[in-house]
């Protein structure tokens, strides 16, 4: 069993940063890879980075490439997500999620099987 909370939300103008972090609790946070997602009102929920259990490995969606860092910590079961030269765009809530074992689709959300309650990112322009 994994719980994950998100924090770090807020309202912010376009070119501000955030960090989004995500606490994790359970055994087997650092043995499972992790990534955010997003979803604004009235579409679909949609990857936007993932790192893998010892952060050799990340993908970002086309849209944050650049802009975004996604990283973790294992020592202290947390992930986050660096949020710089925001954009009106990327207003949505953020979820983050960690993978089920096995799976290695990171963009698709069939191969998360704990998700946190996300944390609402407004950028304002």
């Known amino acids: 069993q994994v719980q994950l909370v998100e924090s770090g939300g807020g309202l912010v103008q376009a070119g501000d940063s955030l960090r989004l972090s995500c606490a994790a609790s359970?055994?087997?946070?650092?043995?499972?890879?992790m990534a955010w997602f997003r979803q604004a009102p009235g579409k679909e929920r949609e990857f936007v980075a993932s790192i893998s259990a010892s952060s050799g490995i990340t993908v970002y969606a086309d849209s944050v490439k650049g802009r975004f860092t996604i990283s973790r910590d294992n020592a202290k079961n947390t992930e986050y997500l660096q949020m710089d030269s925001l954009k009106p765009e990327d207003t949505a809530v953020y979820y983050c999620?960690?993978?089920?074992?096995?799976?290695?689709?990171?963009?698709?959300?069939?191969?998360?099987?704990?998700w946190g309650q996300g944390t609402q990112v407004t950028v304002s322009s």
């Open positions: 359970g055994r087997t946070f650092s043995s499972r890879a």
């Open positions: 999620a960690a993978v089920k074992p096995g799976h290695i689709l990171v963009r698709l959300t069939t191969s998360y099987d704990y």
